[in-house]
């Protein structure tokens, strides 16, 4: 099973700058695509921006132009930089990954465990 783990949430000021990091782990897998969502308090979960494994990229509208998506397929690991943080930014980033484990030929989905990013004003 794959086990996805995310790093580099924490308290910034608006108009700052944060980047997260999510690296897969496990044994047995191919990833097909990785990306990272949020949920603010009292909201549904959103999409942030999502990558293929052949670094094809998609935002949600409001992201673009202040956030960045990349990956190190070498690593297993996408990044999430954030830039000109706002208040509303405020939720629990979550990255997920979709994989297939190439032995038995099934294809799922994975989930991280979160990380907080809050923005102050």
């Known amino acids: 099973q794959v086990q996805l783990v995310e790093s580099g949430g924490g308290l910034v000021q608006a108009g700052g700058s944060l980047r997260l990091s999510c690296t897969a782990s496990?044994?047995?897998?191919?990833?097909?695509?990785m990306g990272w969502y949020r949920q603010a308090p009292g909201k549904q979960r959103e999409l942030v921006a999502t990558?293929?494994?052949?670094?094809?990229?998609n935002y949600a509208d409001s992201m673009k132009g202040r956030f960045t998506i990349s990956s190190d397929n070498a690593k297993n690991t996408i990044y999430l930089q954030m830039n000109s943080l706002k208040p509303e930014d405020t939720a629990v980033y979550s990255c997920?990954?979709?994989?297939?484990?190439?032995?038995?030929?099934?294809?799922?989905?994975?989930w991280g465990q979160g990380t907080l990013v809050t923005v102050s004003s």
């Open positions: 997920y990954a979709n994989v297939v484990d190439p032995t038995r030929g099934t294809n799922y989905g994975v």
């Open positions: 990558i293929t494994r052949g670094g094809t990229t």
């Open positions: 496990g044994n047995s897998f191919r990833i097909i695509v």
